[in-house]
């Protein structure tokens, strides 16, 4: 199984793949990303699975683009219309307003 996923750090976004979910977020967490190390703090906020590498992986590219954000964000609306940031700022492709 395959995952993309959405973490939350305060105002910023995070987008990924991975094939165990619950490591890549400990992961994050523990500053050994890159894109995500300058803070600790990442929520999990939403995820899809995947039973091939390759459709993961293509969801993952979709999704970081811009018709690809569009559609998630109306997925996570009540989300983050409830969010105190209101999804202002992006990393690695991220929900902007």
């Given at each position: 199984?395959?995952?993309?996923?959405?973490?939350?750090?305060?105002?910023?976004?995070?987008?990924?793949?991975?094939?165990?979910?619950?490591?890549?977020?400990?992961?994050?967490?523990a500053g050994k990303?890159?894109?995500?190390?300058?803070?600790?703090?990442?929520?999990?906020?939403?995820?899809?699975?995947?039973?091939?590498?390759?459709?993961?992986?293509?969801?993952?590219?979709?999704?970081?683009?811009?018709?690809?954000?569009?559609?998630?964000?109306?997925?996570?609306?009540?989300?983050?219309?409830?969010?105190?940031?209101?999804?202002?700022?992006?990393?690695?492709?991220?929900?902007?307003?």
């Amino acid at each position: 199984m395959y995952y993309v996923y959405v973490l939350e750090n305060g105002p910023e976004f995070y987008i990924g793949r991975t094939n165990n979910l619950q490591k890549r977020v400990r992961q994050h967490n523990a500053g050994k990303n890159q894109s995500t190390k300058r803070a600790d703090n990442w929520k999990l906020i939403y995820y899809e699975a995947h039973l091939d590498f390759e459709d993961a992986k293509r969801r993952e590219s979709y999704v970081k683009g811009s018709v690809g954000r569009r559609s998630l964000k109306r997925i996570l609306k009540s989300y983050l219309s409830s969010h105190p940031f209101g999804a202002q700022s992006s990393t690695s492709g991220g929900l902007k307003k």
